[in-house]
């Protein structure tokens, strides 16, 4: 006899949250690149410096941005931009706390993007399409 699971089933609801939190990350990422691009009382940069400084305002964020609303249309067929927004979340907590040491940033400017990071890896982590395996 052979036995069929499904481990972590995709449903209506996990499809729909994964789709929220994927348009919510495009969202952050969005408002991100257009910080960089204004350069706002928000985001104040006094001074690009080094071969690399420049990698940091380069609006990268806009592609990830648009991958993540690509594949909120069906987030169960891509489950590599899932992850991928997991790791994104991962980068963007270790950047953060890295900066904040060097004294780069103050802890008023690093705990919130760090905290909004934390969220959005629970929330990818624990609604993230599951394998499905037979037996």
């Known amino acids: 006899m052979t036995a069929r699971t ?3 089933r995709s449903t209506a609801s996990s499809q729909a949250r994964l789709q929220l939190v994927l348009v919510l990350l495009a969202a952050w990422d969005l408002l991100a690149f257009f910080l960089e691009l204004g350069q706002t009382r ?5 001074g690009i410096q ?4 420049a990698r940091s305002v380069n ?9 993540y609303l690509y594949a909120a249309r069906n987030p169960m067929r891509h489950r590599f931009v899932i992850w991928l927004a ?3 979340q991962v980068v963007a907590l270790f950047s953060g706390a890295f900066h904040w040491a060097l004294g780069d940033v103050s802890a008023g400017q690093a705990v919130l993007p760090m905290l909004i990071a934390v969220i959005f890896l629970v929330a990818l982590v624990a609604w993230a399409p599951r394998e499905t395996s037979t037996f």
């Open 59 to 67: 609006g990268a964020v806009v592609v990830l941005a648009l991958a």
């Open 42 to 46: 928000v985001l104040r940069i006094d």
């Open 86 to 88: 997991a790791l994104e």
């Open 6 to 8: 499904q481990i972590g």
């Open 50 to 53: 080094g071969v690399l400084g």
